[in-house]
């Protein structure tokens, strides 16, 4: 009886001491249950990027969607009346609140030259896109297209990080477009490296956005759902004026400008004697040259004319005037020198430093049309000569 009890007692002991302890038993509970949530997450992300990419194959984005203020009204109108125009206009707020092709249509008349134009710039575009822009628009060109114009924007940086997840910067970042452009801004040898940083990061976050094909669904079935009611209706003011719109309303800056006038003034004097002092003998960087090919070449291949600008800024601009005079580009007409244009840089035609109120807008757009049309009767070597002396 005694022996059973301690043979009993025994086994008791070593059943106890082969069971797990409490704290261990947790542990491993804990590991898988960490191993099976690492894993369902791993499959619906995978799951999700497979889906993405099968959507994207189902539902073709299109080269310029839908769901983008500004640019899509314009590219629709476009669409129905291209081949009402035989001159286009590409740039960013300075083409699209500067030129007016009503009034430069009608100087091109008076002049004896038949001229419809339509004025597609977009306000804060920035060359990459600019140049995705126009390469989609003329993919499908007017038949009788002749002239281009393109407002110079390549001094002009990426655009600010709060702005890189809106629709307008993800539509265009392709994993084509988001390599150049990147290759872009890093090659740029007078840009500090944090904006190098800065910039990138400012089209791989688009991109990023741009390959999961993230509202894309809705931008297909919905296409203006991103359109507010108030873009709506500038829109249908624009597109009234061939895709001009005037600024008779306060731009953000303008408060600003208008009690700094006097260091807006010293700024043109400023810029008034770089202008009678330059050279543009520092060479061109690889991607700028590759830019402007391609700028050039989108143009050429419609058959039309490409004629560059610089539109009348307090920025010196001095890339492209380089390009000009080492002949990398063959037209350009400028107006950012105060001594030639003093006109266009007093305080009363202008909205801020960088904008033209609509009465400065009138001025320029009829000396850009008076510089094109002595361009088109004397020929460019002449116009060129007479304008950049």
Do not use: C
Request: proline letters at 7%; hydrophobic letters at 40%.
């Amino acid at each position: 009886m005694g022996t059973n009890n301690v043979q009993r007692k025994d086994v008791q002991r070593k059943n106890i001491q082969s069971r797990p302890a409490p704290t261990k038993l947790l542990g491993r509970q804990f590991a898988q249950t960490i191993a099976v949530f690492l894993k369902s997450l791993f499959i619906a992300a995978l799951s999700f990027v497979v889906m993405t990419l099968l959507l994207q194959q189902i539902i073709a984005s299109p080269s310029i969607p839908m769901n983008l203020p500004i640019i899509s009204p314009k590219f629709a109108y476009y669409q129905a009346h291209k081949d009402e125009y035989n001159t286009l206009f590409f740039g960013s707020s300075r083409i699209y609140h500067h030129v007016d092709p009503a009034i430069f249509d009608a100087e091109a008349q008076a002049a004896g030259l038949t001229i419809h134009s339509f004025n597609f710039g977009i306000s804060g575009l920035k060359p990459l896109q600019s140049y995705v822009l126009m390469r989609d628009v003329l993919k499908d060109p007017p038949k009788h297209l002749k002239w281009v114009f393109i407002e110079d924007a390549i001094d002009r940086g990426a655009a600010p990080l709060d702005e890189v997840r809106s629709a307008r910067a993800i539509y265009w970042h392709s994993w084509t477009n988001t390599r150049w452009a990147i290759a872009f801004v890093l090659s740029h040898p007078y840009t500090p490296l944090s904006k190098k940083i800065e910039y990138t990061l400012g089209h791989l976050i688009p991109f990023v956005y741009h390959q999961l094909n993230l509202g894309s669904a809705i931008a297909h079935w919905q296409p203006g759902l991103h359109i507010s009611a108030e873009d709506k209706v500038i829109a249908t003011q624009f597109l009234m004026r061939a895709g001009y719109r005037p600024i008779d309303f306060e731009m953000p800056k303008e408060q600003f400008f208008l009690e700094n006038i006097p260091a807006y003034q010293q700024e043109v004097a400023q810029l008034a004697e770089k202008k009678q002092q330059e050279t543009y003998q520092a060479p061109l960087t690889q991607h700028t040259l590759t830019y402007l090919e391609k700028m050039v070449a989108t143009a050429r291949d419609t058959g039309a004319q490409p004629i560059f600008v610089v539109a009348p800024t307090t920025v010196y601009q001095e890339t492209i005037h380089r390009a000009f005079h080492q002949n990398r580009i063959e037209h350009l007409l400028t107006f950012n020198d105060p001594n030639l244009f003093p006109e266009l840089f007093a305080p009363e035609n202008r909205k801020d430093w960088d904008h033209l109120h609509p009465q400065g807008a009138q001025q320029f757009t009829k000396l850009l049309a008076k510089a094109f049309l002595m361009e088109t009767e004397e020929g460019f070597s002449i116009a060129a000569g007479l304008l950049h002396p």
